[in-house]
């Protein structure tokens, strides 16, 4: 195995340090980079229209990353989050028109007299200030204990919204189709229940889960689920309107005599897949790029736990499984999101800060995977020496500041000098870039 340490790129908040590294999988030789290292539990992630990376940390930050630059800006510190066990400031989803429509919804846990509750609120990003704002609360008082939790977010192609939410360790109440604990929800982005949800009036799209800790948008709407299982029965599957995923009664397939009658009786969709021991599967996203040709038409799944990356190939008309592979096995240690990116390079979240992890130096962080030998970035990066930023100059040259700290300076591209006399380009954001 090949390795190099190449470069540091330097963003306002956080230095990346760029190694890369190169492993293969599924056929496909694969470059693995650092894009942004030091992170407290990134949870969730995703990408605007301008190749942006959104993301959030546990203990309440929302960035924004420029996978190209490596440059974070920490935009917002929700300062009521209440962050213990598995809870915290969780999954993001930007508006599907954003930035057209300025909006990021997020859900957060908080303390309220004593006990934990979780909300999920939205978020008005203002460009001219470049800057978050808490605008509005579509859903609270959502039921939590430290752990089971949900909170996975996903648009739907009609602009609803789902959002998971997970029993807070109160099994029957997945059973409840009032409650909005233990189900998956959907509603409208002012937090409403949608007319044609299952039950008018109600939030509830399915019902009886445990803690569903991924969602993803396939091909014609078809939407999976990941979901921890308790010692048994991790979940991969299909997520259908209005049916019943069985917890607590049922775990993994129904295939037992009490699991069996709830089936039949409860309208019990199975998982298409089932794993014991359990990998606490997380963060599941659909492959339909083709930067990595082997991955295409699959589900990439993350897993805590185990930390793998896994492809899952879906039969295209029917549910059931067709293959599940492993491409990463505990290479990185804990792993809570992947993001499929435009350009079809594969961004995992590391979470070795979490409390169940063993934290490496640059943990927490986020991997980006691109191919070997197809990527611009990847062979500037690798042209460039390695060393020190000695300092900041405009694109003409001339020096604008010394050392490699980007805050405070005008939004604009600079060029950040190597000790080596190598110019690498780093954007400072007063707004979203195209490429
Ligand atoms: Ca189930
Ligand atoms: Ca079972």
């Given at each position: 195995m090949r390795r190099n340490t190449i470069l540091a790129l330097v963003a306002c908040a956080t230095s990346a340090v760029w190694a890369a590294d190169t492993l293969s999988f599924a056929g496909d030789r694969t470059i693995e980079r650092d894009l942004v290292t030091g992170l407290q539990v990134p949870w969730g992630m995703e990408e605007d229209s301008a190749g942006q990376i959104w993301f959030t940390e546990r203990p309440g930050r929302v960035s924004r990353l420029d996978p190209v630059t490596g440059v974070r800006r920490v935009l917002l510190n929700l300062p009521d989050v209440y962050s213990t066990g598995e809870t915290g400031l969780l999954d993001l989803a930007l508006h599907p028109a954003f930035p057209k429509v300025p909006q990021i919804f997020t859900v957060y846990t908080y303390q309220s007299g004593g006990a934990i509750r979780e909300r999920l609120v939205r978020l008005d990003w203002e460009a001219a200030r470049d800057t978050l704002l808490p605008a509005d609360t579509l859903l609270d008082g959502v039921r939590g204990v430290s752990t089971h939790v949900g909170s996975r977010l996903l648009f739907l192609p009609d602009t609803t919204l789902l959002m998971s939410s997970g029993d807070f360790q109160n099994q029957p109440i997945?059973?409840?189709?009032?409650?909005?604990?233990?189900?998956?929800?959907?509603?409208?982005?002012?937090?409403?229940?949608?007319?044609?949800?299952?039950?008018?009036?109600?939030?509830?799209?399915?019902?009886?889960?445990?803690?569903?800790?991924?969602?993803?948008?396939?091909?014609?709407?078809?939407?999976?689920?990941?979901?921890?299982?308790?010692?048994?029965?991790?979940?991969?599957?299909?997520?259908?309107?209005?049916?019943?995923?069985?917890?607590?009664?049922?775990?993994?397939?129904?295939?037992?005599?009490?699991?069996?009658?709830?089936?039949?009786?409860?309208?019990?969709?199975?998982?298409?897949?089932?794993y014991t021991p359990?990998?606490?599967?997380?963060?599941?996203?659909?492959?339909?790029?083709?930067?990595?040709?082997?991955?295409?038409?699959?589900?990439?799944?993350?897993?805590?736990?185990?930390?793998?990356?896994?492809?899952?190939?879906?039969?295209?008309?029917?549910?059931?499984?067709?293959?599940?592979?492993?491409?990463?096995?505990?290479?990185?240690?804990?792993?809570?999101?992947?993001?499929?990116?435009?350009?079809?390079?594969?961004?995992?979240?590391?979470?070795?800060?979490?409390?169940?992890?063993?934290?490496?130096?640059?943990?927490?962080?986020?991997?980006?995977?691109?191919?070997?030998?197809?990527?611009?970035?990847?062979?500037?990066?690798?042209?460039?020496?390695?060393?020190?930023?000695?300092?900041?100059?405009?694109?003409?040259?001339?020096?604008?500041?010394?050392?490699?700290?980007?805050?405070?300076?005008?939004?604009?591209?600079?060029?950040?000098?190597?000790?080596?006399?190598?110019?690498?380009?780093?954007?400072?954001?007063?707004?979203?870039?195209?490429?």
């Open positions: 997945a059973q409840d189709p009032r409650a909005v604990e233990g189900k998956i929800l959907r509603m409208t982005t002012a937090g409403a229940p949608p007319a044609d949800n299952p039950v008018p009036g109600f939030l509830a799209w399915t019902t009886g889960h445990r803690n569903v800790q991924g969602l993803a948008m396939g091909p014609a709407g078809r939407v999976f689920y990941s979901e921890h299982g308790p010692n048994n029965d991790d979940e991969f599957g299909v997520v259908r309107k209005g049916r019943n995923y069985g917890w607590p009664t049922v775990h993994g397939f129904c295939d037992d005599v009490v699991e069996d009658k709830f089936c039949l009786d409860s309208n019990v969709v199975e998982p298409l897949s089932a359990t990998l606490a599967v997380a963060g599941i996203e659909w492959y339909g790029a083709d930067a990595f040709p082997s991955l295409k038409g699959r589900v990439l799944m993350v897993s805590l736990k185990a930390g793998q990356l896994r492809a899952l190939r879906v039969h295209a008309d029917k549910d059931s499984l067709l293959s599940d592979s492993i491409l990463v096995n505990n290479r990185w240690g804990r792993l809570r999101d992947v993001l499929v990116l435009a350009n079809g390079y594969i961004v995992v979240a590391v979470s070795n800060r979490d409390g169940r992890g063993t934290a490496g130096a640059v943990d927490d962080r986020l991997i980006l995977l691109s191919p070997a030998g197809s990527s611009k970035v990847s062979r500037r990066v690798q042209a460039t020496a390695a060393g020190r930023v000695l300092n900041v100059r405009n694109l003409g040259g001339r020096l604008v500041r010394a050392g490699s700290d980007l805050s405070g300076l005008p939004a604009s591209l600079y060029l950040l000098e190597f000790e080596s006399g190598t110019m690498v380009p780093a954007i400072q954001h007063g707004g979203l870039r195209k490429y």
